[in-house]
């Protein structure tokens, strides 16, 4: 029996921070073994917007070894840089050709960012055609997706199905997985807001910050009036947040944990050292592998090279079926 193929992709705009870790790389980690597992760092997706060229470079090495660092295994999983698989930009033009204007205007996330802007790139638009590409690309059976991701994916299910019916069964539809409930990590110093790594200020906490640099983010975090410490993330969100990162380090609920300590000091003391803990050892795998950037870009090669083979018979099927004469 085949192991459902499942696929992931992280666009590298920043560092990757702890929000990505506890609610998409860890668990990937934890079933790559069990499911034909795709990573993709997406950085045509980072072209959507402004970007300097080095800066992009300099941050897709980091997010693919950060992914490294934090477990994604390449014995087990199809880790590669989604520019090095050229398929990807072939498809989402033939895609192009399939989906319609009005439901890519439609993305809410387009609409968000292109608001009050006065030159937005054509690409921030198509994107989520791109994405539909990545995905169906490699006859992707399931996607993890979070909220801000899922209208992305009923796109990419439309434009498949249309396919498929005007021009011959061709691509996989992908079914929509829910990931594990995670915490919802949101920015320390403004817990209304969800942690980020594009524009992540001082209530961000980097996955390869240091010690000294996660204590002083997590002494500063915002809580509030109140003196006892429950789990109530309407009437106490900055403490409620606190909770909720630490029991995702520990494996814990956070109403269980909130009984066990007597004020915030205690609370932000247990958050410094959970995090240290659980990032330690992430940070000491990032340093050997970029002591050895020779060795990643060996693991990336052969990754887009594995991911090349099955792109490129995908492909060939959406060449063939809407009309193309053959490479």
Do not use: W
């Not at 090279?305 to 959406?318: E, F, M, V």
């Amino acid at each position: 029996m085949s192991l459902p193929r499942r696929l992931s992709g992280f666009k590298p705009t920043g560092s990757l921070q702890l929000g990505n870790y506890l609610g998409a790389i860890r668990p990937l980690v934890r079933t790559q073994e069990h499911t034909d597992t795709v990573v993709m760092v997406v950085d045509l997706h980072a072209l959507t917007i402004a970007h300097e060229p080095a800066a992009l470079r300099a941050l897709t090495r980091e997010v693919a070894m950060v992914l490294l660092a934090a477990g994604v295994d390449p014995r087990h999983s199809t880790l590669y840089v989604q520019s090095g698989v050229r398929e990807h930009a072939e498809l989402h033009y033939l895609l192009e050709c399939t989906a319609g204007y009005g439901e890519a205007h439609r993305m809410i996330q387009f609409k968000e960012k292109s608001a009050g802007k006065r030159h937005v790139r054509l690409s921030l638009l198509t994107y989520p055609v791109l994405m539909a590409g990545d995905i169906l690309l490699h006859d992707t059976d399931e996607v993890p997706v979070g909220e801000d991701q899922s209208q992305h994916l009923e796109l990419t299910r439309a434009v498949a199905t249309r396919f498929n019916a005007r021009y011959g069964p061709t691509f996989v539809v992908p079914r929509v997985v829910n990931p594990p409930v995670a915490a919802r990590i949101r920015d320390l110093s403004d817990p209304t807001t969800k942690m980020g790594k594009s524009h992540g200020g001082p209530g961000t906490v980097f996955l390869l910050d240091p010690p000294d640099v996660i204590r002083h983010k997590v002494l500063r975090a915002v809580t509030d009036a109140r003196s006892e410490v429950c789990h109530d993330p309407a009437g106490q969100p900055g403490v409620s947040n606190l909770l909720e990162i630490l029991a995702a380090c520990a494996g814990r609920s956070p109403a269980a944990l909130a009984g066990h300590f007597r004020g915030y000091g205690e609370l932000k003391a247990a958050v410094v050292d959970a995090l240290v803990d659980e990032l330690g050892p992430l940070q000491a795998a990032y340093a050997e592998l970029a002591a050895d950037p020779a060795e990643v870009d060996r693991l990336l090669r052969e990754g887009a090279g594995r991911a090349r083979i099955r792109a490129a018979a995908t492909l060939d099927r959406a060449r063939e079926a809407i009309g193309l004469l053959a490479a």
